[in-house]
Structures are given as structure tokens and as C-alpha cells.
């Protein structure tokens, strides 16, 4: 190839450039239009966040594809303009489980985009309460990793919480070694919470073997105590890294590739459906022989599909516990209405704890 066909490349390269940016500010230009008409027709009680409608947008995103950008990256470049589109609305504020750098702030940021402003809390009920006080318009709390587990804490925060689960976000977990050190030889200590020295055992054995490993509170504290001392590395996400200048001595050290944390999102109003969604439930029964078979039953005679059910302790008694379910659909549709309807009538406690879009990515 020579420098004419460069040129000619380039040039084009460039007028495509123009198209688009063009493109983008009219999109946002229509936004600002779509924040008048709403503030005009309900004033200060006017809703710019649409999570079905964006559910809605990226799942035509990746169905119109054809490369050669993936689907992934073309939806996280639509997701980035749809958040810098809202913020010329209404600047978002997000709570999430903190501190700044951890996997929780870097799912904020997948599903919100990069326009909002993210506010790290100490502890889940925290989140919580950031949003039912309205400080926050919604927060951000993880719920189950594929190799952990539930989180219970969050969990048993539902049960009492007024607030609906309005999203939820899957997030590929990659653990990555880093400091501010030249070679892997240099490492004299190692910092992370404990589940991330736990799902990284394997490479620490074979790799840093008698390296001595201290349990920290969380990824971002581990980063910050091996940027300020020497000898130290830590093991955390690339987002900590970033935020605390540490150069990345390994990447992806993770024992499991597919090591995967869902994150619910958690706000004041209810979602309508987005035609691909899960409801989630908490539901409790009375302890006698058969019961949660009698619970679950209206669900297989509307042929309702359950995807996930997990008991707590109910607190209320010894040995009395509430499950909570996923199911498939909205609880607007037909079949899931009148499903839910017979599984109320079962219950001894029954609450509907959101239905929101299915994780598009």
C-alpha cells in the first residue's frame, strides 16, 4: 500500500469523522428537546432515566452489528453517548458499594456510562439508605459471584428496603497483579480482600510462593497501601490501578477465566416492562410438609420459568426462613400476574422486590 492510498483512507477517515460527531451532538440536541417536553409536562416530578428504554437501544445495538467491532464494545460505545446524552438532562448521581476502585464502582460505570457521578459507600445498607433518603438516584450493590456465592448482606437489606430492583449488571471479574514495582521478584508482601486472595491461590502458589499475603478490606485499600509501600503489590481490578498510578505486574491471575459478579440496581420507581426482563421475588411459607412445593407450584402450572432461588433466615423465628426468586418475564404480563397472584395466596409473606431488564452484556 503507498502513501496515496493512506491518504485517501485517511481522508475518508476523516469525513466519516465529521459525520459522526455531527450525529452525535443532534442526538443530544433531541435529548435536551426530550428534557423540555418532560419538565414542561411534569415539572420537578419528571423521570430522564428510562432503564427499559435503554435495555431496549442496546439490544438493537448489538442485533444490528455486523462488525468488525464486537457487540460488546459497540454497546459500550452507545451506552457512553446514551450517558453523556442524559447528563445534558439531568446529571445521575449513583451510590455504590466503595471505596473508589472497586469492582462495584467499575459496574456503576458499565451500566451508568461514565457521565454520572458516583458516590463510594462504607457498607450495603448505606447504598441503601443513600437512595431511599433521595441523596442519590440510585445505588449499586453486588448479589452473587459464580464462584462465591450469594452476598448475603444485601440480601437480608432487601427484606425490609422500600426500594425496587430497577437493573441488574453482569461483570467479568479480572484479577490483576500491581504496584509499583519493576518485576514480579521485587514483590516482598501482597494486599487484597480476602475472596480475591482466595480465587487467585493457584497462580500466588506457583508463582509467589511464601510471599507473604495480608487480608485488606477491600481491592481499593489494597491498592492504595501498595502504591504508598515499598515492597508491596496488590491484587485488584484495572479501574484501582488506574486510580492509584500502579503499574500492572500480571493481568488476569484470576484460577477461574469465567469468574463472573452480578450487581443489582436498586432505586425508588418501578420499571416498566422492556419485553426481555426478570422479576425477582421474596416469598415465605409456613413450615408444614410439602410447603415449598405448594409455593412454587403456580409458577410450573402457568409455565413460568424460575432461574434462581436462594433462603435466608426470616429473623422472625428459629428455623424459619423467606427464599427469594428469580423468575423470568415482567410482572405486567398476563402469565406472570396471575402466576404471582396464585403464589400471594400461598405465601405467608409475599413481595415483589422489582422487575427490571435482563443484563444485555
Known amino acids: 500500500m503507498n502513501e496515496e492510498q493512506l491518504l485517501a483512507i485517511r481522508q475518508r477517515i476523516d469525513v466519516l469523522d465529521e459525520q459522526v460527531q455531527t450525529l452525535i451532538n443532534e442526538r443530544a440536541a433531541l435529548a435536551q428537546e426530550v428534557a423540555r417536553v418532560k419538565i414542561a409536562a411534569e415539572g420537578d416530578d419528571a423521570v430522564f432515566y ?104 444485601t440480601l437480608d437489606t432487601l427484606i425490609n428496603s422500600p426500594l425496587k430492583i430497577c437493573g441488574e449488571v453482569e461483570l467479568r471479574i479480572h484479577q490483576h497483579l500491581m504496584g509499583r514495582l519493576a518485576e514480579l521478584k521485587d514483590v516482598r508482601r501482597i494486599y487484597s480482600h480476602s475472596q480475591s486472595l482466595a480465587q487467585c491461590r493457584e497462580w500466588l502458589d506457583g508463582h509467589l510462593a511464601g510471599i507473604e499475603r495480608v487480608d485488606v478490606s477491600s481491592n481499593a485499600e489494597a491498592a492504595r497501601r501498595a502504591a504508598a509501600e515499598e515492597g508491596a503489590a496488590a491484587i485488584a481490578g484495572e479501574v484501582a490501578a488506574e486510580l492509584y498510578g500502579l503499574g500492572i505486574l500480571a493481568r488476569n491471575i ?108
Open 50 to 153: 428510562r432503564p427499559e428504554r435503554e435495555a431496549q437501544v442496546l439490544r438493537k445495538v448489538l442485533e444490528r452489528n455486523a462488525g468488525p467491532l464486537s457487540g460488546e464494545e459497540m454497546a459500550r460505545l452507545f451506552r457512553e453517548i446514551m450517558s453523556a446524552c442524559l447528563a445534558l438532562e439531568r446529571p445521575m448521581r449513583i451510590a455504590f458499594l466503595g471505596p473508589e476502585g472497586t469492582f462495584t464502582q467499575a459496574a456503576a460505570l458499565k451500566h451508568f456510562g461514565h457521565s454520572v457521578r458516583t458516590i463510594p459507600l462504607a457498607a450495603i445498607d448505606e447504598v441503601f439508605r443513600e437512595v431511599e433518603a433521595g441523596s442519590a438516584d440510585y445505588g449499586v450493590v453486588p448479589v452473587e459471584n459464580s464462584t462465591g456465592g450469594m452476598v448475603n448482606h
Open 254 to 361: 484470576e484460577d477461574q477465566p469465567n469468574n463472573t459478579t452480578r450487581f443489582l440496581i436498586v432505586g425508588r420507581k418501578a420499571v416498566p416492562p422492556s419485553g426481555c426482563d426478570k422479576t425477582s421475588l421474596l416469598v415465605a411459607t409456613r413450615n408444614k410438609p410439602g410447603a415449598l412445593y405448594h409455593l412454587l407450584e403456580p409458577l410450573a402450572q402457568t409455565g413460568v420459568s424460575m432461574t434462581r432461588i436462594e433462603s435466608r433466615p426470616s429473623r422472625q423465628g428459629m428455623w424459619e426462613y423467606v427464599f427469594f426468586l428469580d423468575i423470568e418475564g415482567h410482572a405486567q404480563e398476563e402469565k406472570i400476574a396471575q402466576a404471582l397472584k396464585d403464589l400471594a395466596a400461598e405465601a405467608s409473606l409475599f413481595k415483589v422486590l422489582g422487575s427490571y431488564p435482563k443484563a444485555v452484556l
